[in-house]
């Protein structure tokens, strides 16, 4: 069967918001809120520090429990990219709608809101939550301030259903992850004098030399999470610019690091390991300079989601999906979050995260159709049917 039409059509209007993170997302925050409550939702709000961007929660049904469907409305740049059409304007072609952010994640927040005509009509004997969050590109940071809001406001539901693309399977579990900035402060010198000097290159080379053994560590002996296609956890450093010239001990160097952690791994302890090797570092640093040393400056992170095959919400989509294919991922997500404030998560959404950041994005609309019927399920029964 085609899409609803209703979701289709709230695609094109999605598309059309250029809601890069880069940008403010409230006029596409505010066209869905009021959207919901023209059809009886009421509505919370959870703006950023400067009120450019916010989260919302629309709630059809007040009460306990229920379902939150969540999604983020930011997308990546298309900035150097080599777009066919413009990347603003939904263009169907080949079965399929063209648009930034057609998969990642507008396609499955266009079902979510093409439907709620539905959620009005039907007698819900539980919640149905909708949240849409901000600057999730940029490393889910507006998902926690949610959450925070959340519980201020006393709300929480019995299960959650994050809509990144996954091809309508269901992934159950994925990776954390977090990214960190590591900056070494050392004494500069002309480079005919090294012994006067400590040379903040060399010493964050040090540092990345055990990130380096950390990451072998773990690729040969780590923990093991079966089901995901890299069953272990990952390190890596990024990012690394330094040095004033040729001639010049440099005196200060920085550098980015991130770690991927499958579920059961203790994160913490890669950071224990780094900040025990820049104690010793910075001990041989200061013999020389006092004002020398080595700081770590967490940018972001996002948290694990581990398997909760015994929830109520795994075992609703999984029943819902014709696809029973039961999957981990290497991406993060805002499920995480979901989980550690005590709400069962599972991510589940139409089109393909392999088309995701890409020139030409797209979602099928075989994938629109398939997310139709999996959020006209959810409303069957939160309605009891």
Request: proline share 5%.
């Amino acid at each position: 069967m085609p899409p609803d039409p209703r979701s289709i059509a709230t695609l094109d209007r999605l598309i059309g918001f250029n809601t890069v993170s880069r940008n403010s997302n409230l006029d596409c925050i505010d066209w869905a809120r009021a959207h919901m409550e023209a059809h009886g939702a009421r509505t919370r709000m959870d703006w950023n520090a400067d009120r450019t961007k916010a989260n919302m929660l629309a709630t059809f049904n007040e009460g306990p429990g229920g379902i939150v469907l969540s999604g983020h409305v930011d997308v990546v740049p298309v900035d150097g990219q080599a777009w066919s059409s413009d990347p603003f304007t939904a263009t169907h072609r080949d079965g399929r709608v063209y648009g930034r952010g057609a998969c990642d994640m507008k396609a499955f927040e266009a079902v979510v809101l093409g439907h709620v005509p539905d959620y009005a009509a039907a007698r819900l004997t539980q919640p149905l939550h909708v949240t849409l969050t901000y600057d999730e590109e940029l490393g889910c940071l507006g998902i926690p301030h949610l959450i925070a809001a959340l519980d201020e406001w006393g709300i929480h539901p019995a299960g959650c259903i994050i809509g990144e693309p996954t091809s309508m399977r269901l992934v159950a579990a994925h990776k954390g992850g977090a990214v960190h900035r590591c900056r070494v402060r050392g004494c500069a010198a002309h480079s005919s004098l090294t012994h006067t000097a400590v040379n903040a290159i060399e010493y964050a080379a040090r540092v990345v030399a055990r990130i380096q053994e950390i990451g072998a560590r773990e690729r040969t002996g780590g923990l093991r999470a079966s089901g995901f296609d890299v069953p272990y956890t990952t390190i890596s450093t990024n990012l690394f610019p330094g040095g004033n010239g040729p001639n010049i001990v440099p005196a200060e160097a920085e550098f980015l690091f991130d770690y991927r952690y499958v579920p059961g791994f203790d994160p913490a302890s890669i950071m224990r390991e780094l900040h025990a090797l820049a104690d010793e570092l910075t001990a041989a640093m200061r013999a020389i300079d006092p004002a020398s040393g080595i700081e770590f400056i967490h940018v972001n992170s996002i948290p694990a989601l581990a398997e909760a095959r015994d929830s109520a919400v795994f075992r609703l989509a999984l029943e819902l999906l014709d696809d029973k294919t039961v999957e981990k991922a290497a991406f993060g997500t805002e499920a995480g979050f979901f989980q550690n404030y005590g709400v069962p998560c599972v991510v589940c959404g139409p089109g393909s995260v392999e088309q995701a950041h890409k020139a030409d994005e797209y979602v099928a609309l075989d994938q629109l159709a398939a997310c139709d019927r999996f959020v006209s399920g959810v409303v069957r029964h939160l309605s009891g049917a």
